[in-house]
Structures are given as structure tokens and as C-alpha cells.
């Protein structure tokens, strides 16, 4: 690669740190990039995985008074699952051809961002028709363990909009300020990243140095992120993460 194409990577890695943190569409705006470069499709998408991982890792960081908020046995949770899910996500992506999952990515995105626009009033729904109307949902249900699962199965094998699949997952099936959603989300998707990259190292063919300029701008975009997302009001953020989603859809199906 010339400095520019060095200089391009490194953007993209900032850029896609900071979305890790906030909107959770990160490998929209750096997987392209590294296709662009001539980068093999299976080898770009290894390499972005292990090159965002920096910033999933600074941006769990810049979370971490939300993430104290949520209960610990609920952080255990979501982390565990989503790490056994990443390694399903690795085999799938590693033994399928490329493209099986693309086809469905860009509707289930356009889902789940119907979920996170809706996600206020299906949670008033579900806490009026539950055994404690009045009480708040500390608790993951069997519903919400499957899904974070899944989720975790999708963010091993691609990624591209797993971070606003984990925001409506979780805000649908917890009680939590969206903030603190968000927090927990970017810590989920450290755990698949961190399990998928391990895999990855051992066994994948890896473009180390488009590896290494995505983390140099990632590890820094995730931390600002981690302060932009705090900032933001939950009713402006769920808006931009719905208009996120559909961005990233439409992008995929084009």
C-alpha cells in the first residue's frame, strides 16, 4: 500500500471506532475500504476483525461507569454468550462459501432497526403483561439469552450492523437506559471480536499491516465514541442508530 492508501485505512479505522461506540455499524465504513484495496473479500474481513478489536476494547473502556450499572451477573452473561457465539460465527465464515449470509444481513438489519425504533413501547408492553407490571427486567430471559447468541453467531462470521442487532436484543429484553445499552453492546461485541480474532490468528490468512492501521484508528475513534454515545440523548441516538441501520442496509443490498 502507498502512504495514502496507509493514511485511507487509518481513517476508516477511526471512523469505524467511533461508530462501534455510538450508531454500532463499524465494518460498513472499513470493510469497503479494504476491499477497495485490492484486499481478498475473506482475508478483508478477517483483517477487519482483528483490526477493530482496539476499538471495541477503547470503547468498553470509555464505557465503564455504564457498564457498572448493568447487574454483574447479566455482564457475565452477555459476554459469555456472545463469545460462544463468535466461535460459531468463525466456523460458518471459515466452511461456508462467501455470501451465504450476505443475502440475509440486510433485512435482518432492517429488523432489528424496526425493533430499536419501536423498542420504548414493546418494553411498556411486556412490563404490563408481566408478573411484576411495575418492576424493572434485571434478568435475562430465554428469549433474550437465544438472540444475544445469535447475535454473537453473526458478529464471529461478518459483523456489518451487529452492533444495532445487540442494541435492539438487549434493549428489548433488559430495562436499561439506552446509554447503558449502548455500553454493554460495545463490551458484547469485544467478547465476540476477542474470541474471533484468537481463531483467526491461528488459522486464517491475515493482512497484517491493514490489520494494524484499522487498530491505530480504531483504538482511538472507540474511546471518542465511548463519550459521543454518552452524550447523545437516548431519543436523538435511537434515531441515529435506526438511520444507521437502514444507511447500512441499503448499502448492502446495492
Not at 447479566?74 to 454468550?81: D, R, S, Y
Amino acid at each position: 500500500m502507498t502512504g495514502s492508501e496507509h493514511l485511507a485505512v487509518i481513517a476508516a479505522g477511526l471512523g469505524a471506532g467511533i461508530l462501534t461506540s455510538t450508531v454500532g455499524v463499524a465494518s460498513l465504513l472499513s470493510f469497503p475500504v479494504l476491499i477497495a484495496l485490492g484486499i481478498p473479500p475473506v482475508v478483508a474481513n478477517v483483517s477487519n476483525t482483528i483490526g477493530l478489536l482496539p476499538g471495541a476494547l477503547s470503547g468498553s473502556f470509555g464505557y465503564r461507569r455504564e457498564i457498572r450499572e448493568v447487574p454483574r451477573p447479566i455482564t457475565i452473561a452477555v459476554v459469555a454468550v456472545c463469545a460462544v457465539g463468535a466461535i460459531g460465527g468463525v466456523v460458518l465464515l471459515l466452511a461456508l462459501p462467501p455470501g451465504v449470509f450476505a443475502a440475509a444481513a440486510p433485512w435482518l438489519i432492517l429488523f432489528t432497526c424496526l425493533i430499536v425504533g419501536v423498542q420504548p413501547r414493546i418494553s411498556r408492553w411486556l412490563r404490563a403483561r408481566s408478573d411484576h407490571p411495575h418492576g424493572l427486567r434485571t434478568s435475562m430471559s430465554p428469549a433474550t439469552y437465544f438472540f444475544t447468541t445469535l447475535t454473537g453467531v453473526y458478529g464471529g462470521y461478518f459483523g456489518a450492523g451487529a452492533g444495532v442487532m445487540m442494541m435492539a436484543v438487549l434493549g428489548l429484553g433488559l430495562d436499561l437506559e439506552l446509554r447503558v445499552v449502548n455500553g454493554l453492546k460495545t463490551l458484547s461485541l469485544l467478547a465476540a471480536n476477542v474470541v474471533a480474532s484468537a481463531i483467526f490468528v491461528v488459522i486464517a490468512d491475515i493482512n497484517w499491516t491493514a490489520a494494524a492501521l484499522l487498530a491505530i484508528g480504531s483504538l482511538v475513534g472507540g474511546y471518542v465514541g465511548s463519550h459521543i454515545g454518552r452524550r447523545i440523548p437516548g431519543g436523538l441516538l435511537r434515531a441515529l442508530i435506526v438511520l444507521a441501520g437502514i444507511l447500512a442496509a441499503i448499502l448492502m443490498l446495492t
